[in-house]
């Protein structure tokens, strides 16, 4: 940890005190020495001011008195343990900790031997620093430290009146209004967020500075909420269950989502539609769409965006005909629209890119949906290949989509004036990397499938991604061959035991026929037996006969 010292401040015995920087840059410099900076201390119990404060505010006086400034001296009082100064009228060692997911530093001060909690937000090179990255829970043991809106040098411009509103899906720690400024800071003209922790069913409602802030700074930087912000729904909520209890603690969180976008001036709000959990798949789509129905009625204005999916298990959306079998059953048309993730779609068997295949699928979806409905896309490369039903993002031009894909897309007029987020890995957190796939999917704009600039780019990218590329497809084979070899075995081990059993039926069948020949036998030798005495009684009715006519032959002689 970076540290740097000066000279020992004045002893106090007051060690209660807690100590807050907040730097602010004018936009378009990075030069920390002209920032004005202030800071706050309040003291966490009702103690007289310390004796550093009281000091601090003693110099400065002075310092005012000799510096000849025309300005008015503040004559009046401090407020209780308040007191506004720069820092280098404090005489303070300072331990830096950088807190995860923010540009706010962390710091413990050092005075007279006392420790005090410091936060502050600090103008330095903004290829080092980003506001924040996405949102991820405290180190463990460590106290999480409250984000902060910070106004620093944006790593990369936005470009003004391009048609495709380009931008990431960022977070809003610390305040929702966060989330505009770390659009700013990586040049985004749109961008996605999380209106609520997307981990717990329930949040505390938002506080009215915090609208009041997002709504001005909406304001401020030029972007329409209504059309550009797509904020994401909790991974909690399946529309789709049909567990009476579950299904209401969805809806409610759902519902509690789009309240939140509407006070926010937000007029989309994407959503994955949920999963059959082993139902029937019709019964599924006919309860999102009642969900939908009736949040509608609870909403005013914001449009509910349906994500075309992966298809991985029982997930509702891996075909264009779940989404339009959904929007069929949504009584408010206009109320109801459709998000294409490039990833997902690319998974679930939809192939972007070739021209060829890119212009099918799109033609497909048209026929099938309609591009009325087309509200938002995702924007991400796959690490799993074309049809794995597996939902892995990649960053964009490296993975199994590679950038001849994202150029199709960047020449889509359809796509004009909708948000195009990126979901991308961030390694480390590091948005300086949204920044950069911003600027190059702006850079695909115009560009033909064999201009030579273009043919360079994918180049470069998909050498970038080879290797990790290889990799995968080395698993995924390995694998299908176990995978294979396991079926095999499997249909073996099945042809195994059929012949077992066949050969125990045809054991079964051949005892069967013994039997059965062996009965027969038994009969017919008993058939025999009692045909032979009539046989007899036959004969002896003859002979009997026969001495009969004899006898009467002699009686006549």
């Known amino acids: 940890m970076a540290k740097r010292s000066r000279r020992p401040p004045p002893s106090s015995s007051d060690d209660s005190d807690s100590i ?24 966490s119990r009702r103690k007289p001011r310390s004796a550093a404060i009281a000091s601090a505010a003693k110099r400065r006086a002075a310092q005012d008195d000799d510096s000849g400034s025309d300005e008015p001296k503040d004559t009046k009082k401090p407020r209780r343990g308040t007191v506004t100064a720069k820092p280098d009228e404090f ?113 505390p409602p938002y506080k009215t500075a915090n609208v009041d802030a997002f709504r001005r700074l909406t304001k401020e930087m030029g972007y329409d909420s209504r059309k550009h912000m797509l904020p994401h729904g909790s991974y909690l909520v399946n529309l789709a269950q049909p567990d009476k209890e579950k299904a209401a603690k969805a809806y409610a969180g759902f519902v509690d989502d789009l309240k939140r976008a509407e006070a926010l001036d937000i007029g989309l709000f994407n959503f994955h539609p949920g999963s059959t959990l082993d139902h029937p798949r019709h019964e599924a789509i006919g309860r999102i769409a009642a969900a939908l129905n009736k949040a509608h009625k609870e909403t005013k204005f914001v449009k509910t965006v349906l994500e075309t999916m992966a298809g991985q298990g029982n997930v509702i959306g891996n075909k264009f005909e779940d989404l339009r079998d959904i929007i069929a059953l949504v009584k408010d048309k206009s109320r109801v629209g459709v998000c294409i993730d490039t990833c997902h779609s690319f998974s679930a068997g939809y192939d972007l890119r070739s021209p060829e295949t890119y212009r099918a699928v799109m033609k497909e ?71 950069a796939e911003v600027k190059l999917l702006e850079r695909l704009v115009g560009l033909a499938p064999d201009d030579p600039e273009f043919l360079a780019l994918e180049k470069e990218y998909a050498d970038k991604g080879a290797a990790e590329r290889t990799a995968v497809m080395s698993k995924v084979e390995k694998k299908a061959g176990e995978k294979e070899a396991k079926e095999e075995k499997k249909r073996v081990k099945e042809e195994m035991k059929a012949a077992k059993e066949k050969e125990k039926e045809e054991k079964k069948a051949a005892k069967e026929r013994a039997k059965l020949e062996k009965t027969k036998g038994v009969r017919k030798g008993a058939g025999r037996r009692k045909a032979a005495p009539k046989k007899d009684e036959s004969a002896s009715e003859s002979e009997e006969s026969s001495c009969g006519t004899d006898h009467g032959d002699t009686d006549d002689d």
Not at 20 to 43: M, N, R, W
Not at 161 to 166: E, I, M
Not at 173 to 189: D, K, S, W, Y
Not at 395 to 403: A, C, E, K
Request: hydrophobic content about 40%; overall charge neutral; proline content about 4%.
């Open 20 to 43: 807050a920087f907040s730097q602010d840059v004018e936009p378009g410099h990075d030069d920390t020495s002209q920032a004005s900076t202030q800071l706050s201390t309040q003291a």
């Open 91 to 203: 005489d303070i060692d300072f331990e830096e900790e950088e807190v995860v997911a923010t540009a706010t530093v962390r710091k413990v001060a050092k005075a007279g031997g006392r420790k005090l909690e410091v936060e502050t937000s600090v103008a330095v090179s903004t290829t080092a620093v980003e506001i924040h990255g996405k949102d991820a829970p405290p180190a463990k043991g460590k106290r999480k430290a409250k984000a902060k809106a910070t106004s620093m040098t944006p790593i990369a411009k936005r470009t003004a009146g391009c048609a495709f509103k380009l931008g990431a899906h960022v977070a809003a720690a610390g305040g929702v209004e966060n989330a505009v400024t770390n659009a700013v800071h990586i040049g985004a003209n749109a961008f996605a967020l999380f209106l609520k922790s997307q981990r717990k069913w329930e949040s």
């Open 365 to 435: 979806f048209d026929d099938v949906i309609g591009f009325k409905y087309l509200s938002a896309l995702h924007l991400n490369d796959s690490k799993a290949p074309f049809k794995s039903h597996r939902d892995l993002h990649q960053n964009i031009g490296l993975g199994f989509l590679g950038l001849s894909a994202f150029r199709n897309v960047m020449n889509t007029p359809e796509f004009h004036d909708i948000p195009m987020v990126l979901e991308t890995p961030l390694p480390g957190d590091d948005v300086s990397v949204w920044a």
